[in-house]
């Protein structure tokens, strides 16, 4: 049915996303859920609107990468940093439920997508200090995510809120022990920096985003515990927030998110699925994240290998991430985001069906 839609534009997929979620309302018999969703949609386009005109007061605006997409350089000057306006209203809403339900689990949360939030506040801000499309270099920002990462992790660890035990289905799961740890690691660093990977096209990061958080949100409450309940809410106050933002994010964009919001974005999915043992299920929502981000290390590895054993380096890729190679073959880029749309879409069908049947 989604391969037949030939127009899937962001009316389709805020429609699609809102039937889905009352669907599940209906389902679960707890209609709070598409409640949270809309209230934080219509959040999101409120200070995505208001903080586009902050932004363009104040001059935050994008610079675009030398050796990119020749069609990219008309983007140059949008307004960005516009993760500010999703992020904060969430970390908002996690610290009045941290604060009600003086939990460690939801403060350590809370730290830590802070932390990996204002890692990508300091590499937009340096960006655009410098008039250049980095900000913070490669191994800077690896470093700030590894502390935040590896202390969440270690606490996470040291109080049992992270199980070793990564669950397939309810009749069979992995003992990892303490393997679990570097897992954990390459799940949080490694989702938040395919998310920002994946953040090259118009809606394409948010659209996703979006859809995820709706995969996740579900797959937590069909562990049907008590205990988790709360995170399939805050899952999908983040697919409201997505969406709302994705609504001035669209084709043509008027502003994006940064890395203030990509890492960020990541970091929230990747410690969510930590935190309630959805790691495998995660690893197919994040299907086209994952994809992006392989895109990038295959391209680098076989052009370094080459070089190596033939001084001469070689791509498969025209360019990565992938969708730049789609791009460069001469697809549009409304028609390789609403694609990749479509793909995560069904990824989030696979795993729920997965999580029925196995």
Not at 188 to 215: E, K, M, P, R, W
Not at 226 to 237: D, G, H, K, T
Request: with cysteine; proline share 2%.
């Amino acid at each position: 049915m989604i391969g037949k839609i030939k127009k899937f534009n962001f009316k389709s997929l805020f429609i699609l996303n809102t039937f889905a979620l009352i669907v599940t309302s209906y389902f679960f018999n707890n209609f709070n859920f598409i409640g949270v969703f809309t209230l934080f949609f219509f959040i999101s386009l409120f200070t995505t609107k208001n903080g586009l005109e902050m932004i363009k007061k104040l001059n935050l605006l994008q610079n675009i990468k030398i050796g990119a997409p020749v069609n990219h350089y008309k983007k140059s000057d949008t307004p960005t940093m516009g993760g500010v306006f999703m992020i904060i209203p969430f970390l908002i809403f996690l610290l009045i439920i941290t604060i009600n339900l003086g939990s460690l689990k939801f403060f350590l949360l809370f730290l830590t997508i802070l932390g990996f939030f204002f890692t990508g506040f300091l590499d937009d801000y340096l960006s655009i200090k410098n008039k250049e499309n980095t900000g913070l270099k490669t191994m800077e920002k690896f470093i700030l995510q590894s502390i935040i990462s590896i202390t969440f992790i270690l606490i996470a660890y040291e109080k049992n809120l992270i199980d070793p035990l990564i669950t397939i289905s309810d009749s069979w799961e992995i003992n990892m022990n303490i393997f679990i740890l570097p897992i954990a690691f390459l799940v949080l660093v490694g989702i938040s920096n395919s998310v920002n990977l994946t953040d090259g096209l118009d809606g394409l990061a948010a659209g996703c985003s979006g859809i995820v958080f709706y995969g996740l949100g579900t797959e937590i409450l069909m562990k049907e515990q008590q205990e988790f309940l709360v995170f399939s809410i805050l899952c999908y106050a983040m697919s409201g927030i997505c969406l709302g933002f994705l609504k001035y994010n669209n084709y043509p964009a008027k502003i994006f998110m940064g890395d203030t919001g990509s890492l960020s974005i990541g970091a929230i999915l990747g410690s969510i699925a930590l935190l309630t043992n959805s790691v495998f299920t995660l690893s197919i929502f994040s299907g086209v994240f994952i994809i992006e981000a392989l895109s990038v290390i295959i391209q680098v590895g076989v052009f370094k290998i080459t070089k190596k054993l033939f001084h001469r380096g070689k791509r498969i890729f025209l360019m990565a991430p992938l969708h730049h190679h789609f791009e460069l073959k001469g697809v549009k880029e409304q028609k390789i985001v609403e694609n990749f749309w479509k793909i995560n879409v069904l990824l989030i069908i696979l795993g729920i069906v997965l999580k029925i049947n196995l």
